[in-house]
């Protein structure tokens, strides 16, 4: 499979998943345009895409929906979230831990804690090979440990440095709300998870959704190595993503 980070952070997130054979999208957070911008530059088409796939309702996951669906992309949403959304949309719907399988790919939906109306994040499997995708939530559950300790690719949240969170500009009352468990992930608690639950199947972990305000690269990268390489048996690289430019394409 190939993955690609096509966009992560606060302004937008899309993530790329293709076997070759099907090909989907997990969020739309950016425009249209520069989704296909994105893919053009993967060589691939947006007719090409057999579905988006939706988190949750925050703009910054759903931003270019409207206007792909107008391509006649498929999209895939549970109904809470369509509800909270409220988009021009006629969507297909799923239920959160039941099986879509388009084409040759397995999507599963997992729910995640994160404040909206029901999130999620998403395993996709093909031929035994499993990629998570989980970029909003507070805290890891018992599912997302699980498909930490099974997939060979990871995008992470790595949201911020606890202490330039809670020494920063921000008000209480938001601090309040990224720390919380229905906030976002930290970089200690990120490398937490990796350290007490990913595995040798674990090949690259790219970290994402990192706060322009609250964390920088260099140090989202270290204080997640360094506690993820306690993990004796973990062997895995690590890619930040950005919120500006695609990542790297990696094949697993």
Do not use: W
């Not at 929906?65 to 549970?78: A, Q």
């Not at 990629?131 to 930490?148: C, E, H, Q």
């Not at 305000?213 to 690289?237: D, F, I, Y």
């Amino acid at each position: 499979m190939e993955l690609c980070v096509l966009a992560s952070g606060s302004s937008g997130n899309s993530t790329y998943i293709s076997d070759s054979e099907t090909s989907i999208l997990i969020d739309a957070g950016i425009s249209c345009r520069r989704i296909t911008e994105s893919l053009s530059k993967l060589g691939k088409d947006l007719s090409e895409i057999n579905g988006v796939f939706v988190t949750h309702e925050h703009t910054d996951h759903i931003k270019g929906l409207e206007r792909l669906s107008k391509f006649n992309v498929p999209i895939y949403m549970n109904r809470m979230t369509y509800e909270a959304a409220d988009p021009d949309l006629n969507p297909d719907f799923f239920i959160n831990r039941q099986d879509i399988e388009i084409g040759s790919l397995k999507i599963t939906p997992v729910p995640v804690s994160h404040d909206a109306a029901n999130p999620c994040g998403f395993r996709v499997q093909n031929n035994g090979t499993s990629i998570g995708v989980f970029t909003d939530f507070g805290k890891p559950d018992t599912n997302i440990k699980k498909i930490a300790n099974e997939a060979k690719a990871l995008v992470l949240e790595s949201n911020h440095d606890i202490d330039m969170l809670l020494n920063g500009p921000y008000p209480y009352h938001l601090k309040q709300r990224i720390l919380s468990d229905k906030g976002h992930l930290s970089n200690i608690d990120a490398g937490l998870l990796l350290k007490d639950h990913a595995s040798e199947n674990l090949n690259i972990v790219f970290l994402a959704h990192l706060s322009r305000n609250n964390n920088e690269e260099e140090t989202a990268l270290n204080t997640v190595s360094a506690l993820a390489k306690q993990n004796k048996s973990l062997k895995a690289k690590y890619s930040i993503t950005k919120q500006d430019r695609i990542s790297e394409i990696i094949k697993i």
